[in-house]
């Protein structure tokens, strides 16, 4: 059984930075492509930022230059860091896995990935 959990969220002030990880378990590992989600209340999920099996990435615009996401496959876990953290980047942000070929593309589409965790909060204040 694939199992990706989550940790890493919390509350932080404008500005503040946050590290997530995604521990990744069963036949999965963190060097298939990679993604993270997030979904505020009242919206719904959306891409945040994607990593294939060649390293490659991809990000919504919304997020670029402040999140970057990255990968230790030898511990199966796949990070997003976040920088000036913002009051709209408040949500759950789900860690997601897909199989893909090497040269795959870093697809920020929630119907592409098969596997989900469960999520872990993420608050910022003004």
């Known amino acids: 059984q694939v199992q990706l959990v989550e940790s890493g969220g919390g509350s932080v002030q404008s500005g503040g930075s946050l590290r997530l990880s995604c521990a990744v378990s069963g036949y999965m590992d963190s060097g298939n492509c990679m993604a993270w989600f997030r979904q505020a209340p009242g919206k719904e999920r959306e891409g945040v930022a994607a990593i294939t099996r060649s390293g490659s990435t991809g990000y919504a615009d919304s997020v670029k230059g402040r999140f970057t996401i990255s990968r230790d496959v030898a511990e199966n876990t796949v990070y997003l860091q976040m920088n000036n953290l913002k009051p709209e980047d408040t949500a759950m942000y789900y860690c997601?896995?897909?199989?893909?070929?090497?040269?795959?593309?870093?697809?920020?589409?929630?119907?592409?990935?098969?596997?989900w965790g469960q999520g872990t909060q993420v608050t910022v204040s003004s």
């Open positions: 997601a896995a897909r199989t893909c070929v090497y040269y795959g593309y870093p697809t920020l589409a929630r119907s592409a990935y098969n596997f």
